[in-house]
């Protein structure tokens, strides 16, 4: 008996010292999902209406406070995910003591004392447990689900199919631009006694009109990639509401025994989050992307 708690606190002086590197290992999150991607804005039909969604700060265009917000709120999801499920008693000891004062603490311990913690690590670590067959069913599901989703992105290839989008109108603006530096050259010479130079009007309602077609594009683009991110955010949706009900039928892993079966839960649900913001990030960039051309035409219309 004495030989087997002996190996167990070996084990957990190991774990512990690991414990100590480990760097944004993510825990159960009892929040249903879903309630962060209804917090996700769709994608604006034109450039107007996405500049209504941002705020502009020297020039520079950023997204408004809501999705700013948003993104805030799922960074801190990601801090607060940083301790592994099941082992906050061992976050708390890692905050008080070094690897080395952990082994000077269970020098000191009565085999009594030693024998407790030793139990109390195996049942944190799920040693020995064995999933019963709702558990197995469940693990089964996650490990489904999972699945479904790798194969969901290499169906859709949302990043591929984006980047051509942004190519093929990064493409079509270098083209307006070089159509009204073009324009430009019917403006008439106007002469002020030695001094000759185009009528600065006429280059300025040249300009504003090709900036005008560039919102036209930027409405365009926000419809291809407004297109494609709808897809991908109806498949987020889908995978996420069927994840949320695999959650809540396991209590958020209360339910689940053994550190090892949560460590797939946790798998799937850190999976789920990342999908979430990335969803965030690409509507925010759509947004960003057109919102620019609104603003590059306000200092425009600004200039003397």
Not at 93 to 111: D, P, Q, V, Y
Not at 152 to 176: A, C, P, Q
Not at 205 to 221: F, P, Q, W
Request: charged residues 25%; hydrophobic residues 40%.
């Amino acid at each position: 008996m004495q030989l087997k708690i002996k190996k167990i606190l070996l084990v957990a002086c190991a774990f512990f010292v690991g414990l100590c590197s480990i760097q944004g290992y993510a825990t159960i999150l009892n929040v249903p999902l879903m309630s962060y991607i209804a917090k996700i804005p769709s994608v604006p039909k034109t450039a107007g209406d996405a500049f209504k969604k941002c705020v502009v700060v020297s020039g520079v265009v950023s997204p408004g406070p809501s999705i700013a917000a948003l993104q805030q709120e799922l960074e801190r999801l990601a801090k607060e995910s940083a301790v592994p499920y099941g082992m906050e008693d061992m976050a708390a000891m890692k905050n008080k003591h070094s690897a080395e004062g952990m082994e000077s603490k269970l020098a000191g311990m009565s085999m009594e004392q030693k024998m407790a913690f030793a139990m109390k690590f195996q049942q944190q670590m799920g040693y020995g447990q064995a999933a019963d067959q709702n558990q197995a069913e469940f693990i089964s599901q996650c490990v489904k689900l999972t699945n479904e989703i790798i194969e969901n992105d290499k169906e859709l290839k949302i990043d591929e199919r984006l980047s051509s989008v942004r190519m093929k109108y990064d493409s079509l603006h270098g083209k307006i631009d070089n159509e009204t530096e073009e324009s430009e050259k019917s403006c008439p010479i106007l002469s002020s006694g030695e001094m000759s130079a185009p009528d600065q009007a006429c280059i300025k309602r040249k300009r504003l009109a090709g900036m005008d077609t560039h919102i036209r594009a930027a409405d365009a683009e926000l419809a291809e990639s407004g297109a494609i991110i709808a897809e991908y955010a109806g498949t987020v949706k889908k995978n996420t509401a069927k994840a949320d009900s695999l959650f809540a039928r396991v209590k958020y892993g209360e339910s689940i025994n053994g550190t090892p079966y949560k460590e797939q839960f946790r798998n799937l649900q850190t999976m789920m989050l990342a999908k979430i913001t990335v969803l965030n990030s690409y509507t925010s960039q759509a947004i960003k992307n057109a919102a620019e051309w609104i603003e590059r035409k306000n200092a425009m219309l600004s200039e003397r």
